[in-house]
T-cell receptor, first 115, second 114 residues
């Protein structure tokens, strides 16, 4: 079974600064997908960024980028130029490339951006 | 992408009653997923709903407690039966959009059982 671990329950960052959220996972599969989702107080789960395991290049979406270390099974999220609207719960998630496509989520990191 | 409409957005229910949550997608999808998010917790998969077959439940969840319908490729319902305060959670439906292997979520239903 796959597991996803987020060891930082809470983090804070000053507006305009950079913050990195950690995520590790455990799987015996070679092909899979990793995601970071954001859940603001509105409860809506919003995809921030995705990474295919077979791609060596780290994914980037505007101010969001990942550091994907496949051998270490590590998938951290870096948020640059943090904005107040980035305040949310961030979940790391895993899904296999096989037929069972449900997501396995980490426990989440509550990020607060301070003015 | 996919737009998911989930209803109701919130409800307060008496213990012992049942609530049915609806999930409507604006496009045809093969797989729909139902998750539970207990207060301050992460998301836990309840079941996977495929059109034309019975839902597949995860360990700890049973059909009698969480019956699911999937009558077509754009709609699903989750019923929380014989509710107790321990069922107070956010319930979310999700669909996968292929080939991007990207999951989209409804807005969630915040259920409070009193």
């Amino acid at each position: 079974a796959q597991t996803v671990t987020q060891s930082q329950p809470e983090m804070s960052v000053q507006e305009a600064e950079t913050v990195t959220l950690s995520c590790t996972y455990d799987t015996s599969e070679n092909n899979y997908y990793l995601f970071w989702y954001k859940q603001p107080p509105s409860r809506q789960m919003i995809l921030v960024i995705r990474q295919e395991a077979y791609k060596q290049q780290n994914a980037t979406e505007n101010r969001f980028s990942v550091n994907f270390q496949k051998a270490a099974k590590s998938f951290s999220l870096k948020i640059s130029d943090s904005q107040l609207g980035d305040t949310a719960m961030y979940f790391c998630a895993f899904t296999s490339s096989g037929s069972a496509r449900q997501l396995t989520f980490g426990s989440g990191t509550q990020l607060t951006v301070l003015p | 992408s996919a737009v998911i409409s989930q209803k109701p957005s919130r409800d307060i229910c008496q213990r012992g009653t049942s609530l049915t949550i609806q999930c409507q997608v604006d496009s045809q999808v093969t797989m729909m997923f139902w998750y539970r998010q207990q207060p301050g917790q992460s998301l836990t998969l309840i079941a996977t709903a495929n059109q034309g077959s019975e839902a597949t439940y995860e360990s700890g969840f049973v059909i009698d407690k969480f019956p699911i319908s999937r009558p077509n490729l754009t709609f699903s319902t989750l019923t929380v039966s014989n509710m107790s305060p321990e069922d107070s959670s956010i319930y979310l439906c999700s669909v996968e959009v292929v080939p991007r292997t990207e999951a989209f979520f409804g807005q969630g239903t915040r259920l409070t059982v009193v």
